[in-house]
């Protein structure tokens, strides 16, 4: 069984600083993490969407270490880019999805017939009630 309190105490065996510390290295940890993966459907798909949100979380695990340094080294000063680094990664998000929105069609013309079946359709075919269906492979559907 885990403890969470030192035995005999009513404290955290940790401070709070040292659980910050965790938390904000598994967050930084998930940032990078999530950025592999947005960067993996950018390779596969070529869409520029999974790039910019492979950027944005890129960034949203920078913002982590500079919050780090400025939190531990006592830079006040330099808080300004901790918030502008956050605010580039959410404005790379948001251009994105417009992007995205704004260069797709919103609906299908009406000349555009939806498209035939290709290749072997399986169907089901049953002689009677009592039988089981077998599937039966039919050209194109028909």
């Avoid at 790039?51 to 080294?73: D, K, M, P, Q, S």
């Avoid at 990664?89 to 251009?95: E, Q, S, T, Y």
């Avoid at 929105?101 to 009406?110: D, G, K, V, W, Y």
Wanted: glycine letters at 6%; charged letters at 20%.
């Amino acid at each position: 069984m885990i403890h969470l309190l030192a035995p005999g105490s009513d404290r955290l065996p940790v401070t709070h600083e040292q659980l910050n510390g965790l938390l904000e290295g598994a967050i930084m940890m998930a940032s990078f993490t999530v950025a592999v993966f947005f960067l993996r459907y950018w390779r596969a798909t070529g869409e520029r969407l999974f790039a910019a949100f492979a950027f944005a979380f890129t960034l949203f695990g920078v913002n982590r270490i500079e919050l780090y340094l400025v939190v531990h080294h006592h830079h006040p000063d330099a808080a300004i880019w901790v918030y502008a680094s956050r605010l580039a990664g959410f404005a790379a998000i948001i251009a994105a999805v417009l992007d995205k929105n704004l260069s797709t069609p919103l609906r299908r013309p009406a000349t555009q017939t939806p498209a035939e079946p290709v290749g072997d359709v399986l169907s089901w075919e049953t002689d009677s009630d009592d039988e089981p269906r077998t599937p039966v492979r039919t050209p194109n559907g028909r």
